[in-house]
């Protein structure tokens, strides 16, 4: 199985702050990651799919990178909205797995 | 309006079953794959099964094999997951979840979850 392996776990930031989540994987995964936002008693969000492209709806100021093994979910400016609980997922080869989450927190 | 909604979770015992339902609307259901995902209390999310739009393709996370079989009825526009042989270990929220239709594969819509506890 490939194993998502995120950093950090857990980030303090304050609004309007430039924040980076990274997820590797254990093996090359081509592009095929996505990213999720979930809060608290909620179901998840789709963010990025396909490592870059932006799911409708989302704001720019999300944005996604990588390919391979290495990816990079970037929240430009913080919003009093994106304090949540952020997770990445491949789906290259069965069985998808999941990052074990970044939870955003206030500063 | 995409819409997913889950039903059937509760408490059963260890070693009992359970059968959820997902009510889909606001999409053409036959048209797409569907999963299930958990996630136990206070953990992160674990995918558990996909199936094709004509479910000639299933796949499950190893965990469940031989006891969970994912189903689907696209005239009634619903999905299921039969749950057999529960442990505590299967205690979580089972989310329904549509799988987008471009090259790849992510979950584009997901229920509000329905929770099922196994314990005595």
């Known amino acids: 199985d490939i194993q998502m392996t995120q950093s950090p776990s857990s980030l303090s930031a304050s609004v309007g702050d430039r924040v980076t989540i990274t997820c590797r994987a254990s093996?090359?995964?081509?592009?095929?990651l996505n990213w999720y936002q979930q809060k608290p008693g909620k179901a998840p969000k789709l963010l990025i799919y396909a490592a870059s492209s932006l799911q409708s709806g989302v704001p720019l100021r999300f944005s996604g990178s990588g390919s391979g093994t290495d990816f990079t979910l970037t929240i430009s400016s913080l919003q009093p909205e994106d304090f949540a609980t952020y997770y990445c997922q491949h789906s290259y080869s069965i069985p998808w797995t999941f990052g074990q989450g970044t939870k955003v927190e206030v500063k | 309006e995409v819409q997913l909604v889950e039903s059937g979770g509760g408490l059963v015992q260890p070693g009992g079953s359970l059968r959820l339902s997902c009510a889909a609307s606001g999409f053409t259901f036959s048209n797409y794959w569907m999963s299930w995902v958990r996630q136990a209390p206070g953990k992160g999310l674990e995918w558990v099964a996909n199936i094709k739009q004509d479910e000639s393709v299933k796949y499950y996370v190893d965990s469940v094999k031989g006891r969970f079989t994912i189903s689907r009825d696209n005239a009634k526009n619903s999905l299921y997951l039969q749950m057999n042989s529960l442990s505590a270990e299967d205690t979580a929220v089972y989310y329904c979840?549509?799988?987008?239709?471009?090259?790849?594969?992510?979950?584009?819509?997901w229920g509000q979850g329905t929770l099922v506890t196994v314990s005595s």
């Open positions: 093996q090359t995964i081509s592009s095929s």
């Open positions: 979840a549509k799988l987008g239709l471009t090259g790849s594969w992510y979950f584009d819509y």
